[in-house]
């Protein structure tokens, strides 16, 4: 467990009580400041715990099974991971 920067950690919260975005393929929650806490299902799957806001100083340590993580969507631009036919 990485310590630095643990006083600044505002709250920890069970991912289950998170927002799941497909299309961004983040994890979100609100924060005080009216944005909102973001992690990636990358950063989660790579055993990164804490989502930041963007807008503040704020961190939240998401508390998760690795195991039960949805699976990494591979994005290739707007063909949505399919491959595209190109004539030469």
């Known amino acids: 467990m ?3 920067g643990a006083e600044n950690i ?3 919260i069970e991912i289950e009580d998170m927002t799941w975005d497909d299309a961004l393929q983040i994890y979100h929650f609100p924060c005080p400041c009216g944005d909102r ?3 990636s299902i ?3 799957k790579d055993g990164e715990d804490i989502a930041v806001c963007p807008s503040c100083s704020l961190m939240i340590r998401v508390v998760f099974d690795l195991e039960s993580l949805p699976d990494v969507q591979q994005q290739d631009g707007l063909s949505g991971g399919k491959g595209i036919a190109v004539a030469a």
């Open 10 to 12: 505002y709250d920890e």
């Open 42 to 44: 990358a950063d989660l």
């Open 2 to 4: 990485n310590r630095d």
């Open 37 to 39: 806490f973001e992690i």
